[in-house]
């Protein structure tokens, strides 16, 4: 793992010395991102909630050196806050091959990292166990190498990587629970993922994947829990195609990820040690269709998503408990590309239900 750590450190620190003989004139710079704002409402109350700014910056450096950014402002918490969701810095070693480092955007699974922005989101809220307390990180830190190889009509794709992962929480209540996204390690280990999907047919309409990650110490340097580890799986699948009897576009996402930790016992202030079965699971399917080859306007720019979402805690983790199972339908109004008007119907097991509403401009 250190040889691979240094040999892209090295690339990385070539290409450097190679962009500086670029001329100046060479670097680009633009600016995209998205704007959101989400109307909520229960049977007991309701209101304007999150307002969220998220400008994306990217830079061209050379033909070879490409930098992305990303900052959010949001209000969520009731007051304005401002977070650095990813940096990283880019190697175009070959049409094949990019190697990066910094904070990115996170390789394990698909949901997190391509599918869960608000203007590609059909849904104006995450599935249960793949937003935040779910299973895998919102952004990694660290280096990787990604691409893309075509074996005539298939094509694969992979993303691996060395991060500092997952950090083991041993509190009351979260104990066996992780800070997936510190940014600063708290040991020597560091986390190995990677992700690889096939897409087997020549108009790519179907993409499958497999995702892994695994850190074999997952606890602060030192302590009694240091040697925790734990280990990630995930299959995902995304099919999206053009259905001309219906004049319709058919889009069918899924994916599901297994979480399992090494045994621990934790300490509950003074009171009966907590050791319990650390595994998790969590998984969502998804269709929605939209008649985008009719020839009325309005009606081609409406689409239909539903969604059903599950996440299997352990039961007695103090975080854990009852299995969570959600429901989600919604219709879209699509007034660009990349703007959309939300209205959805959220329902999960024991819960209220929550009617949302979302507006997301894409700029």
Not at 222 to 229: H, K, T
Request: proline share 4%; hydrophobic share 40%.
């Amino acid at each position: 793992m250190k040889k691979a750590f240094l040999l892209i450190i090295l690339a990385l620190t070539a290409g450097c010395l190679q962009a500086q003989n670029q001329s100046a004139g060479s670097n680009k710079f633009v600016v995209y991102g998205n704007a959101e704002a989400v109307y909520t409402a229960t049977k007991d109350e309701s209101g304007f909630g999150d307002i969220n700014f998220k400008p994306i910056f990217l830079w061209k450096i050379s033909d070879k050196l490409f930098a992305e950014a990303e900052t959010e402002i949001e209000t969520g918490e009731g007051e304005v806050s401002l977070g650095l969701e990813y940096a990283n810095m880019c190697y175009i070693v070959n049409p094949h091959l990019i190697l990066h480092a910094g904070r990115f955007l996170p390789k394990f699974g698909a949901y997190r990292g391509r599918m869960g922005e608000a203007f590609i989101n059909r849904f104006a809220a995450d599935p249960v166990g793949f937003g935040d307390g779910g299973i895998g990180a919102m952004n990694e830190t660290g280096v990787g190498a990604l691409g893309g190889i075509p074996i005539g009509d298939v094509k694969l794709n992979y993303d691996v990587y060395v991060s500092n992962g997952p950090q083991l929480l041993t509190d009351s209540e979260n104990a066996g629970q992780f800070e997936y996204e510190a940014y600063i390690t708290n040991n020597k280990s560091s986390a190995v993922g990677g992700r690889l999907a096939i897409l087997p047919f020549a108009n790519s309409s179907l993409e499958l994947g497999y995702s892994f990650q695994h850190k074999s110490k997952t606890g602060d340097a030192g302590s009694d829990y240091e040697n925790i580890g734990v280990t990630m799986q995930a299959v995902d699948m995304n099919f999206f195609q053009n259905i001309p009897g219906i004049k319709s576009t058919l889009r069918i996402l899924g994916e599901l990820k297994h979480q399992k930790t090494d045994n621990a016992t934790y300490n509950k202030n003074g009171g009966t040690p907590l050791n319990f079965n650390n595994v998790s699971t969590a998984y969502y399917t998804c269709v929605s269709i939209r008649p985008s080859l009719v020839d009325n306007n309005f009606v081609r720019n409406l689409e239909l998503a539903g969604r059903y979402s599950y996440f299997k805690r352990p039961v007695d983790a103090p975080w854990g408990g009852s299995n969570l199972r959600q429901f989600e339908a919604a219709l879209d109004y699509w007034l660009h590309w990349n703007c959309v008007v939300k209205i959805c119907y959220l329902k999960q097991k024991d819960e209220p239900s929550i009617f949302n509403a979302q507006v997301v401009f894409g700029f």
